[in-house]
């Protein structure tokens, strides 16, 4: 199973632990999110590459509080069955 961490406001937490956690750009479970493709958003094209909002982000709904990250605070753990 994937376990897709996040750093919200300093503390890095395990995104699927909550069962009403959505992200992306379809606000999608952490799971279906990474199955998916992983979706940030990102523009190819930037009208002003010195702003807040041309940024790479990803939107999160993390226990009833709603973030904007940059994609780099997300990490993807892999448990291995032996």
Not at 1 to 25: R, S, T
Not at 28 to 35: A, H, L, V
Request: glycine letters at 4%; charged letters at 25%.
């Amino acid at each position: 199973m994937k376990k897709i961490i996040a750093c919200l406001q300093g503390d890095w937490v395990c995104l699927n632990d909550d069962p009403e956690c959505v992200m992306g750009p379809h606000m999608t479970d952490p799971s279906t999110w990474y199955k998916e493709g992983a979706e940030i958003h990102s523009p190819l094209q930037k009208q002003r590459a010195d702003t807040y909002e041309e940024m790479d982000y990803l939107k999160i709904h993390y226990k009833g509080v709603d973030y904007r990250i940059n994609p780099i605070f997300i990490q993807i753990a892999t448990s291995s069955s032996h």
